[in-house]
């Protein structure tokens, strides 16, 4: 399985852009990278995912560079709703029988006033 | 639905008890999984559906957890002989297609299990 390292937590204030970095230095050629948030007393809820280069959505973009071995979740102008763990997943390339979700510990993001 | 319904939303279980945690996935969902959070950690995989068929099942810690998805919608997550170590959320997720990088799952809100 892929493993994937990134900071326990992370503070910011109102207004800012929140980068949080993930390595998984031994991702396989056909795993996708997938980030999750998570608020207290919920399940985890899928952000954003890419393979290569960037990827932008309406939450976040997803930055990768060419060796795939580290990615970069970016949040642009953090709100106090933002507070939540934040999870870096890749697959673990198994075919046919569905996947392994591997979430580790994630990044607690805290947003201040 | 809307979205994946987990019953019960809380459980309190004296240890030895049996209990039983439902999901309902969203409608037409082909694939259901459920995993185990602890307390400050990231979920774990338990186990995986497609349609009725259980094609993994590798995370289930012992032959105390049995699931089950007999029709291939709702699906029951059944401990038996609860022990303290059981106490965790209990997450259930679907999506809409099966097979490999297919990583937009819809999780519930989960079953918070805590065994006295």
């Known amino acids: 399985l892929a493993k994937t390292t990134q900071p326990i937590s992370m503070d910011s204030y109102e207004g800012q852009e929140v980068n949080i970095t993930c390595s998984h230095n031994n991702i396989a050629t056909n795993d996708y990278i997938t980030w999750y948030q998570q608020f207290p007393s919920q399940g985890p809820r899928f952000i954003i995912q890419?393979?290569?280069t960037k990827v932008t959505n309406e939450v976040a973009s997803l930055f990768i560079p060419a060796d795939r071995k580290s990615s970069t979740l970016s949040l642009p102008r953090v709100s106090l709703s933002d507070t939540a763990v934040y999870y870096c997943?890749?697959?673990?390339?198994?075919?046919?029988?569905?996947?392994?979700?591997?979430f580790g510990t994630g990044t607690q993001l805290k947003v201040e006033l | 639905g809307a979205g994946v319904s987990q019953s019960p939303r809380y459980k309190v279980a004296k240890r030895g008890q049996d209990v039983a945690l439902r999901c309902d996935p969203i409608s037409g969902h082909v694939s259901l999984f459920w995993y185990q959070q602890a307390l400050g950690q990231g979920p774990e995989f338990l186990t995986y559906f497609q349609n009725e068929a259980q094609l993994d099942k590798s995370g289930l810690p012992s032959d105390r957890f049995f699931a089950e998805r007999p029709e291939g919608s709702v699906s029951t997550l059944k401990i038996q002989r609860t022990q303290q170590e059981d106490s965790a959320v209990y997450l259930c997720a679907s999506s809409s297609v099966p097979g490999p990088n297919n990583y937009g799952y819809t999780f519930g809100s989960g079953t918070r299990l805590t065994v006295v």
């Open positions: 997943l890749v697959g673990d390339g198994v075919t046919g029988g569905g996947n392994k979700l591997t």
């Open positions: 890419g393979y290569k």
